[in-house]
């Protein structure tokens, strides 16, 4: 710890001179493109342009990103994937976490300065928005990277599913209905490598890349490879890593990758690059499904373009294992949050996605300008919500979360404000029917220095253990990336040392003017309520449970059911004793004619 | 009585129902017989050799109907099973529906054994008259009289028997159908013995009012699933295949229709759930559908126990006539006597002859004793001594031209008969 607070104080002084302000102004609007050349459809591009742009800045930058919403139908908002926004939480993005939704005809400015190096991303953090379209690359330079000198290009790659539907129309259509009672996600359409296919990635012989990969996506994880090229990893997630040789990375939606790539002497040919779906995370595979996307690392333009080779098997470096450049060991935990990860429906029949019993609804008030307007109430979870989730943490303390999933599903999880140390991650359980759960008494496998990032997978019915050390004041949200499952509700919130928050940070005008705008709450509790804070009435809340078995509904449907049986079968005795009593009474008229017929004719 | 994967309540129904009519014409010969010649001195030869043509004609159809329905069923089963895969649900629907109308048709009427018992006498009789009639154009008939008949029945009723577990058994494992069957056939034989001894009436009836009555719960369950089937059929179809995936669980049912739902796994059930489901054919999922089906049959079987107890009172169903079951066709067979009895008697010519009693006033309604005098007289013929016959029997030729007349018009209201019986 010392050794990194003391670097980050000389990287503080020896770049301070150079700080800058950045600036971009965004006009968020619908366009349209056809990015893999199939289906003509609508985008949330900026300045009329799709694939919005990426925002470039040097660390210690200040980035002024002033955002006009134009979309005309739909509110907006940006979030800023993996930076700390320290002191700033309300420059974080997440609607109704750290701010309202921007309505269309409004402008909000999201001002902020930049202190961590490496690859992140900014995408709209509102109703399924990014895999419409609005996402891009955010990058930070870093003159004093521990490789700056091992390589001669700097540049990125994206990787994405694509739906040819809009996010809104499935989630409203396909995927939270009655009938998806599975919570089968819908299926993308397609793969997409930069935002487009069959790119021509040129590079030039006997030199090394930086390739900072993006996974963009809403869905699917992706696995990527240069062939017969190996390369090196040196950051995930903003966070620099001793280089890792790999020759395939598994990168899930949110997560960054750098590599170092060296290219070979001759331009003889041209390599196929492959990034290839993580079926297992698809419900169905439908046969028009292409889920392999191909690029060329292109030595010659005017060469062949080969057909990727078939692989045997996806042998991908293991995140687990890398180790961060700045070293630290694992943290020891001063406060302990274990939440079970299910999928299970609720009384409306739709799929919903929980921690432990919860399934995330927003608050009508963002979480943020309940810190801002609670006072000292603000250190008790209450006023936030019964459905939020919400855990307040104390300041300066190590947080540690363990995750036991209990779903057959991977679920890369990220965390808003923070990168965390990966302490523990389980195999995936043998089966569907036996889970793995953290037992603090047995640790599994913990790294001398474990790896940190800001977005980690859990892998089927297993867990995975995270800490992090509670120094960025601010509510930060902590959910799956998978937009399916965001929708679905597997998310919670963190309100770190919220008094620090009201003391320390304000938030700005502008921000509030959106609130006001779109005619949205933006004092008092999760209901809205400024009087008494603890009075919750009128907040959102996740659909009752199923009806657990009988229900008084089913008693009388069953006793009903009991009686006309009982009734007819009384009928039926009725009708069978009365073929006696016909019997006997024919029978008392016939002289010396006994009742049985075996008699009857003796 | 429950249903498991080696057990099935309506193939034992089934088999139950139709060894005991076997059983009941066998058991109706072999009385005849005992009466006929079996207590008649000097005759004993003629009786085994009788005795044993009956038993052979009947091992000899089982034997048959063991054949043919094995390889029905293994055919079914081998070729059937994949056609209907596809759409499962519904045809598991359809099928419920027919099981549940098979049991629900043969159900009432398993209780009017006496007039079982009656219908067969009049077969019987009619059959022995025919041969009668027809001793010049073959021997061979009138030969093998007593051999011939019960063959004839005991494969009429298995083949009857097969088609209805090929209907029924679409619903069951067919690991269900060797047991359930052996069990029915052993019980109605059981019975179709007793009757044969000439035991408790009395236990016997309360016996068949207890079984019908778990056949008509079983026949309430199959309708009700069978509306249960339809609707999963729908809800598979609007989640697209996802159904099996889920189990029983949530996402399983169509919550919008489920009046309750009760997990597998829930251990507050599980024991007594199962033998609940298995009596009474529900589902863990009730649905309005598969309840108000449920209700609604027991209401429709009240209503057809109503009318037929009302025509057995009156003779008609007066307005209701469209609303009369199925099961009240076979009561209609076994009634012509005393129907037209009563019809005869209420006509001006016959007024000497009570409408209730016109059958049992007959000292031998169904002709037995007077066919099996044809039967002896023809026997006669082949070594059989005529006198035998005529000593032991109350012969009484007019009330078999009746019976057989009746029939050989197939007249089945029995006007013909009654007009013979007024004619006299």
């Known amino acids: 710890m010392r050794a990194f607070s003391l670097l980050a104080a000389l990287a503080v002084s020896a770049t301070a001179s150079l700080a800058a302000t950045v600036q971009y102004d965004f006009s968020v609007e619908w366009v349209q493109a056809n990015p893999d050349g199939a289906y003509d459809r609508s985008f949330i591009g900026v300045n009329g342009a799709w694939p919005p742009p990426p925002i470039e800045c040097n660390i210690h930058d200040r980035v002024i990103i002033n955002v006009t919403n134009n979309l005309g139908n739909e509110p907006t908002a940006i979030h800023f994937h993996g930076l700390f926004m320290n002191g700033t939480n309300s420059m974080d993005g997440p609607v109704w976490v750290t701010q309202c939704p921007v309505p269309s005809g409004s402008n909000i400015i999201y001002n902020f300065t930049v202190d961590q190096p490496g690859t992140y991303w900014y995408h709209s953090h509102f109703s399924g928005q990014y895999p419409d379209g609005f996402r891009a690359p955010f990058i930070v330079y870093d003159r004093d990277e521990p490789f700056a000198d091992a390589y001669d290009v700097d540049t990125y790659l994206t990787v994405s599913d694509y739906y040819h539907n809009s996010i809104p129309w499935l989630s409203a259509n396909k995927f939270l ?5 599975t919570g089968a996600e819908p299926i993308p359409d397609a793969g997409l490598f930069n935002d487009s296919q069959n790119i021509k990635f040129k590079v030039e012989p006997n030199k090394t890349y930086k390739i900072r990969i993006i996974n963009m996506g809403a869905l699917v994880s992706q696995y990527v490879w240069f062939e017969d090229h190996d390369f090196q990893i040196v950051e995930v997630d903003g966070i620099y890593v001793e280089p890792a040789e790999a020759s395939m990375i598994y990168i899930t939606v949110a997560q960054r990758y750098t590599i170092l790539l060296t290219t070979k002497n001759s331009t003889d040919k041209n390599y196929p690059m492959v990034t290839s779906f993580d079926t297992d995370m698809m419900d169905t595979l439908p046969d028009d499904l292409v889920w392999n996307v191909t690029g060329w690392l292109t030595y010659d333009e005017n060469g062949e373009f080969p057909e990727p080779a078939l692989i045997d098997e996806y042998d991908f470096y ?5 180790v961060p450049y700045e070293k630290e060991e694992p943290y020891e935990p001063d406060y302990s949050i274990t939440v079970d990860v299910s999928m299970q429906n609720l009384g409306d029949g739709v799929n919903y996605a929980f921690f432990n019993d ?9 979480t943020l300008y309940t810190v801002m307007s609670s006072g000292n109430d603000s250190t008790d979870a209450t006023v936030y919500g019964s459905n939020t989730h919400t855990y307040v943490l104390g300041y300066q303390e190590v947080v540690e979360i363990v995750l036991n999933n209990f779903d057959p599903g991977k679920h890369p999880f990220h965390l808003h404000g923070h990168v965390f140390q990966v302490v523990e991650r389980s195999d995936a359980s043998p089966d569907d029917e036996t889970f793995l759960t953290y037992n603090p008494d047995e640790p599994g496998t913990i790294n001398e220095y474990p790896m940190r990032r800001d977005t980690v997978y859990v892998r089927p019915n297993g867990y995975f253990v995270l800490r992090f050390l509670s120094n960025n004041p601010g509510v930060w949200f902590f959910h799956c990336h998978i937009e399916w499952h965001l929708q679905q509700g597997l998310a919670l919130t963190l309100v770190e040392a919220p008094a620090e928050i009201q003391a320390q940070q304000v938030i700005p005008d502008d921000h509030y003017a959106a609130c006001k705008a779109g005619g949205y709450a933006y004092e008092g509790n999760a209901a809205g309520n400024t009087v008494n804070l603890f009075d919750l009435t009128g907040e959102k809340l996740q659909p009752k449970p199923l009806p657990a078995g009988f229900t008084a509904r089913g008693i009388v449907a069953l006793v009903f059911s009991c009686i006309s049986a009982f009734v007819g079968m009384g009928f039926i005795t009725w009708y069978g004793l ?13 002289v010396g004619e006994p009742l049985d017929d075996s008699d009857e004719s003796k | 009585m429950a249903n498991s994967e080696y057990f099935d309540v309506s193939v034992f129904f089934i088999l139950f129902r139709e060894t005991l009519e076997a059983s009941i014409i066998i058991s109706v010969l072999l009385a005849f017989l005992a009466q006929g010649i079996g207590n008649a001195d000097g005759d004993l030869a003629v009786y085994r050799k009788l005795v044993r043509q009956v038993w052979f004609g009947s091992l000899l159809g089982f034997s048959i109907c063991l054949v043919v329905g094995g390889i029905c069923i293994d055919a079914w089963y081998r070729f059937g099973k994949d056609v ?23 159900g009432l009427a398993m209780l009017r054994l006496n007039k079982m018992k009656g219908k067969w006498r009049q077969k019987i009789a009619n059959a022995l008259a025919e041969t009668d009639g027809r001793t010049t154009i073959s021997s061979f008939s009138s030969k093998y009289a007593m051999a011939i008949l019960p063959f004839v029945t005991v494969l009429r009723e298995s083949v009857e028997a097969i088609v209805f577990i090929g209907g029924v058994t679409l619903s069951a494992s067919p690991k269900a159908v060797p047991l359930s069957a052996l069990a029915g056939i052993l019980c109605g034989s059981a019975v179709g013995y007793s009757i044969y001894q000439g035991g408790n009436h009395m236990r016997i009836q309360i016996f068949l009012i207890i079984s019908t009555c778990f056949l008509y719960l079983v026949a309430a369950g199959l309708m009700s699933r069978a509306v249960w089937y339809f609707e999963n059929y729908n809800w598979s179809q609007l989640v697209g295949g996802d159904v099996a995936e889920v189990g029983s669980g949530p996402g399983s049912y169509d919550i919008r229709k489920s009046v309750w739902h009760v997990n597998c796994c829930n251990p507050l059930f599980d024991g007594g759930w199962m033998i609940f489901n298995a009596l009474f054919g529900w589902q863990n999922s009730g649905t309005y559908g598969s309840v108000l089906m449920y209700n609604l049959y027991w209401v429709a079987v009240i209503i057809a126990v109503c009318l037929m107890l009302y025509k057995e009172k009156h003779g008609h169903f007066c307005v209701f006539n469209k609303y009369k079951t199925v099961a009240a066709d076979e009561i209609d067979m076994t009634l012509p006597r005393s129907v037209a009895g009563a019809r005869a008697s209420e006509g001006p010519e016959a007024g000497a002859i009570g409408p209730s009693s016109s059958r049992y006033n007959d000292p031998n309604p169904y002709g037995l004793g007077s066919s099996s005098s044809h039967l002896l007289s023809d026997v006669e013929d082949n070594e059989v001594g005529p006198s035998s016959a005529a000593t032991s029997l109350d012969v009484d030729r007019e ?6 007349d009746a029939a050989d018009d197939c007249d089945p209201l029995g006007i013909s008969s009654g007009t013979v019986l007024s004619a006299n």
């Open chain 1, 578 to 590: 009365s073929d006696l009593k016909t019997t006997e009474r024919e029978v008392a008229a016939i």
């Open chain 1, 358 to 366: 919860l399934t995330y609804v927003a608050p009508n008030v963002p």
């Open chain 1, 177 to 181: 209905i009655l009938t998806n009672p």
């Open chain 1, 318 to 322: 293991d995140d687990f294992n890398l």
């Open chain 2, 84 to 106: 209907w895969s596809a759409s499962e649900d519904i045809w598991e629907g359809v099928f419920c529906i027919i099981a549940g109308l098979i049991i629900s048709y043969m």
């Open chain 2, 399 to 404: 009330s078999l031209r009746s019976s057989t």
